[in-house]
């Protein structure tokens, strides 16, 4: 529901916080970087056009960098 | 590939129902990635176990779903189907379609997979079955421009659905093509990019006869109802009776709230308005006699889910009356979904659907905290403790402290 | 060209044909002409035909193709899928609907599942395609119809019978709400490949994965281990790691559930009860659930009456009078004991022998 381009400060901060876990709900991310979830979604939102964070399915979805959780027969 | 015998399979191409084992075989003529799945099928017949494995990241760009992941257990052995990929298609309202359409899935589909398809998922996504991780961006891109879109996987609205409604059924309270049609535009944030605990699933129902299943199978069921009574035309309830329409004991005995009474003499059909509970059974038997009132609407129910994690969940009643109207743009509708989820994205668990979340912190919070008006439509029966947990706000505290004084 | 982003599905109005452009909103009844075959009728007069007939879901592109080529000869082009994977043939032309039935017939297509009928069954993945899986979804289902075909081609039951089957607890087919489900059931814990989690399984996920919590970490030696009491064989773990084997081909199976409903008519939508808690997977022709579930149908058809769906039946006679009329061995099993367990629970003295 938030729409409008994303802060860009929201944006490093969640890349600089993907890079020290494997993968993390947004809603980890929101609370780790203190900013409001809409915000981060919005921002993450934009990352994965940007090819940057990619979204991770298993059992709930995740968010991770691009490139950082291998697949199985991969 | 060479042939491979698949004896047990086999006996499945025997007998009248239509086989899918004939269906695969049709697509192993012109898929390798089919004719090797046959033979992990046969192997899985022989062993009585599964052979797949899930997990990674497969997907488009911009998009947090709509493919999921499938790997086999032996790629070394089966190396056409090591990647073998769920695609979603997101189908238009009611199933319907003319067969160019048809044909031009299954065009792009030869191009890019295995020619297998699940028409349709169950939740509504056209599923096309198996295709490798580096054709799924050019999937999407050749869809795309074919004017498809994908469907929802993950923590996200899932791809919405809907029954025939006014296409082709006389019960429609609602216009729930267009509705499903145009709330899933609304969504598309909500369904392609994942950011909620878990899954979330609307499905629109026309009636009470609720062909889509909502009330089991969705978060958010959209049930047609109609608020005034039911229209009974009496020259159609006489050419019933004409006809010999056992009406007394077929319709009016099993009235669930014996509101319905029949005159045998004037051959007429009476109901007392506000003892039905708008069933939808007499209309089921007697279309030609009764219809629905005038005053049409939806009923909101929520909470439905399947067994994982606390059982599966029936939707209950939330708004038991709710216009859906196209002309203004089904914005209740809407705006009080946008709230529920909400509520949900703030107060659930990781993996908890909305039904377990309102379990866990009480049907009374949600109500109150999404804003929703509380009537005794909400429930069959008020609680039957006194454990109400009042809020002390709202409480005469003055001069109950322990010394007389106020608090 | 770069795919376009939220562009949304198709617009159904593009998919529609004219008769139904026309009418859209008008449907004043319908009636079921023959099995197979729905007729509306719309305010205007307007009739239009619908013939029905299954499929086995799981079907490929040359299956699409030749339905397109018969809809291209019949129906001007427009057709539909109905929630159960059948085929709708949409006609505004009464006179090729026989045509159109025997041409169909002539091809091995199954023409049927209106009114008091089986209708196709809702199932999910399997074998075929799902990594969880207790046993195949596709052949279960084949085996099970081709047994019941006749009441799928007639209208001859008491109601009309809704059938699902999940092929794990995960149930992501309709059954818990069927008049007949079909659940495939793990009944053992998952291995644990130690060295495969140590290689490669983020620990804090796979403990979290679990839905009961039966998974702890065991950091001597770097994996985990599972609490057995507490684990329900769901196979969430396996999902997040493959380290986590959950099949075991000797003891997974299929249980029975019946009585579920969602129409509101008459009575309110109904979960279904488990009746039979295990049956083995016989694979290919799995011949005791065919047996089973045909049983608990013929007493169905012999004791109801007419327009009682097989739950409100059961209702009617009590879940008690049931388990004595089909012989059914009642245990423990059936007994809940999760988490709503108490609201089954007999709580007042009457009741039936
Ligand atoms: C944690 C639990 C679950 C997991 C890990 C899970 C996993 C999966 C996976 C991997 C698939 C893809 C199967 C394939 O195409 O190969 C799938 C399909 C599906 N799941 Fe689930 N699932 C879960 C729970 C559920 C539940 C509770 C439901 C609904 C009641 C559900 C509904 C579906 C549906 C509708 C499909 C599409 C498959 C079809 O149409 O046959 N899932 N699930
Ligand atoms: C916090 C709540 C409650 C308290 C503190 C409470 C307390 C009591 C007490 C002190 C008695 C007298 C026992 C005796 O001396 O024989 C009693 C009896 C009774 N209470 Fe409650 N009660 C509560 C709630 C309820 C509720 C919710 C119900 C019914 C739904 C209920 C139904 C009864 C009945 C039927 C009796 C008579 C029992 C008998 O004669 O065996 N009570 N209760
Ligand atoms: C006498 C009562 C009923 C009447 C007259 C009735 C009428 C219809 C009609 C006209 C259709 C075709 C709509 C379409 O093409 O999608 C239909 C389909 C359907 N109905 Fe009903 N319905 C009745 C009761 C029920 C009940 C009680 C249920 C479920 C418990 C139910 C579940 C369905 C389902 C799942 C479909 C899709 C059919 C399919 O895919 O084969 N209906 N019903
Ligand atoms: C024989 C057993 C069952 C089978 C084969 C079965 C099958 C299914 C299927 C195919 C769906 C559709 C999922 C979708 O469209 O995404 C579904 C959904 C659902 N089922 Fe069942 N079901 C069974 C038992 C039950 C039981 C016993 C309950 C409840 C007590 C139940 C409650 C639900 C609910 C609430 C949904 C909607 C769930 C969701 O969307 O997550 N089911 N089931
Ligand atoms: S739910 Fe009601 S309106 Fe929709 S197709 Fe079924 S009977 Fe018709
Ligand atoms: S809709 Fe149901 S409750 Fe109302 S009159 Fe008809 S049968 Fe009775
Ligand atoms: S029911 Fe279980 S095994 Fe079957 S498709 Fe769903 S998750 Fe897979
Ligand atoms: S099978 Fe399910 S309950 Fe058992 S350990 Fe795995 S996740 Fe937990």
Redesign the interface.
Known sequence: MQKGPASPEIKAKILEYLAKV??AKSRDVAVAIGEKKGDVDNAVKELT?EDLVEYLY??TTYICLKGKV?T?NG | MTEKKTP??D??E????????T??K??AVKSAA?AE?LQV?ER??E?????????GIVG????GGGVIG?YV?EPETYPNIAE?H?VRI??????????????T??DL??KHGS??????G?TGDIIL??CKTEHI?PI??D???A???LGGSGSCLRTT?C??G?????Y?CY?T?EAC?NI??EF??EL?RPMWPYKSKIKFSGC??????????SDISV?GTWRDTIRIDQDAVKEYAANKFPIQS?VCD???TGCLTYNNETQELAVIAEDCT????CI??M??AIQAGKEKGATILVGGK???????F?SSVVIPFMKMDVEDDFEEFKDTVRRIWEWWDENGK??ERIGETIFRLGMGKFLREAEIPIVPQQVFRPRANPYVFWAQEDLDKSGTALDGTAL | ????????????K???PPI?LDN??K????EIPRSGVLK?VSESGAA?F?VRV????????????D??AL??EFCD???????R?NIEF?LSDEAKVNPLIETLVAK???VGGTGAAISNI?H?Q????????AT?A??V???V??DL?EY?ESMKLPAKLKMGL?CC??????T??SDIGIVGVHRTPPRIDHDKIRK?T?IP?LV??C??GAIRPDPKNKSVVVNEEKCMY?G?C???S?AMEI???RN?GIAILIG?K??????A?S?SRMVIPFLP?N???WPEVTEAIRAILELWIANAD??ERLGEWVERIGWERFFALSGLPFSDMLIDD???ARETFRTGAAFKY
């Open positions: 494997q993968k056009a298993i059992t291998q199985p | 047990l399979l006996e499945l025997k007998g009248k129902w239509p086989s899918f084992v269906e695969i049709r697509a089919s799945l099928l899985s017949y062993e009585r176990r599964g052979h797949w494995k899930h997990g488009v760009r911009g998009y499938r257990d073998f769920t997101n189908q238009p309202s009611g199933f319907f379609y003319n067969t160019k359409t048809l044909r899935i299954c589909w030869e020619g297998l398809t699940n028409m349709h169950s079955l198996g961006q999407f891109d869809y795309s421009e004017g498809f879109d659905n029954c025939v006014p296409g082709r059924c006389e429609a216009d093509l049609y899933t535009n598309m944030d392609h009470a006869n609720d062909c889509t299943g909502a009330i089991a199978r049930i077929q099993k009235c669930p708008r069933c939808h059974h089921n038997l279309p030609k399947s067994t994982i994690v606390q059982s599966a029936m990781t993996r | 060209m770069a795919a376009k982003l939220d562009q949304g599905p198709p617009n159904y593009e998919m529609l139904i859209y909103g449907w004043k009844y319908h509306h239009l619908s299954a499929t086995p879901r799981l079907v490929s592109i040359d299956f699409i193709r339905v397109c809809a291209d082009g427009f057709l539909r899928w109905t929630t994977n949409l091995g297509f199954a809702i999910t399997g074998w075929v395609h799902c990594h969880t899986p195949d596709s052949g289902v084949k085996a119809m081709d075909y799928f999940a607890l995960n149930m992501c087919g309709s818990h709400c490669g983020e996920s979290a994965s839905p009961t769901c969430n396996y999902t997040m493959p099949y075991d081909a997974d579920g969602v129409s509101n008519a008459r009575s939508p979960f997977n694979a290919p022709r007419k327009g999760y988490i709503f």
